[in-house]
């Protein structure tokens, strides 16, 4: 199997899978009296590309910490649609974990939540983090294969054997042995991508994935994760970047004041908004 093939979910033809992939629905969030999302509602459809765009301090990165499962919500739904035999999800199970085909994931934060199902949803996305976030006394394919071995129980052989494969897709085979110190930026967060895709998730979430790199070293990173996007990989993705988010995104959302202001397709948001609060957010940064 070659590289390209170990990263593509293949899940997009069963005509009984849903057309939406995660659907959010008035997604409550308050850290102390500091209510940071108001009610936020979204859909990502199976294989899409979804960003986020917005003002410091709007809320994304609490969207995206919340479907992920790092922060429970205060209200609001959060499900995420059964895994299609043949995509990543299912392709995990096949190898022991879990049943043959994970059930949709539905959770009202409303209700007492269990760990089984926040577990359920944790294990349902990836996270790709600003700041890269690998465990610095690790090497690189340590970091890649501590999730699938560690959290999922996957056996370490077959893990390593996927771990080498996407470190040589992202032209990263020399550098399995070094520890994250010893990389640029852009090497660890191409490190941070693999480690996300190693896990086999149903949907990726990049956390402003290329703010903390300099600026010749962004090319590399959205290069790869259009790439990835081209393959059919369904994503949540906060940026700066409008000019990516155009190129990348099917869909862009605006947020502000912890709420989905509005969204919409990426040329016509961009280029002609129909909220005041949008127009102004990008008057400020075109
Ligand atoms: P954005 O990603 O749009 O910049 P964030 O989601 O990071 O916005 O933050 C939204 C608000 O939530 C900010 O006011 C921030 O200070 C607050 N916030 C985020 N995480 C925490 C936390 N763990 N504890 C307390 N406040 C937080």
């Not at 550098?175 to 480690?195: A, D, M």
């Not at 086999?200 to 990173?221: H, I, Y």
Request: a neutral charge; charged letters at 25%.
């Amino acid at each position: 199997m070659s590289p390209a093939d170990l990263s593509q979910p293949t899940g997009q033809g069963d005509a009984a899978a849903s057309a939406w992939l995660l659907r959010v629905r008035g997604l409550r969030k308050s850290f102390g009296s500091n209510r940071v999302l108001e009610s936020v509602d979204l859909t990502v459809g199976r294989g899409r590309v979804l960003a986020l765009i917005g003002p410091s301090g709007s809320g994304k990165t609490t969207i995206l910490r919340c479907l992920n499962g790092l922060e429970l919500s205060d209200g609001g739904t959060i499900e995420v649609a059964a895994a299609v035999s043949g995509d990543r999800a299912g392709a995990v199970t096949a190898t022991g974990r879990g049943t043959a085909s994970p059930a949709t994931v539905t959770i009202d934060f409303a209700a007492k939540t269990t760990p089984k199902q926040l577990a359920g949803l944790r294990d349902r996305s990836a996270m790709v983090f600003q700041h890269y976030n690998l465990f610095p006394h690790k090497t690189v394919l340590q970091n890649v294969i501590e999730g699938p071995v560690v959290v999922q129980r996957r056996p370490i052989a077959e893990v390593t054997t996927e771990a080498l494969a996407l470190l040589d897709r992202v032209g990263l085979t020399d550098k399995q042995g070094s520890y994250p110190f010893e990389l640029s930026g852009g090497q660890q967060q191409r490190v941070g991508i693999v480690r996300a895709l190693a896990l086999r998730p149903q949907l990726l979430l990049f956390d402003e994935p290329t703010s903390a790199l300099d600026p010749e070293l962004v090319g590399d990173v959205l290069r790869l994760i259009k790439e990835l996007a081209d393959e059919g990989w369904s994503m949540v993705i906060v940026t700066h970047e409008l000019e990516f988010a155009r190129e990348v995104a099917h869909e862009i959302a605006f947020v502000d004041g912890g709420t989905i202001v509005e969204r919409g397709d990426p040329k016509q948001l961009l280029r002609n908004p129909k909220q005041e609060r949008t127009r102004q957010f990008l008057h400020r940064l075109l």
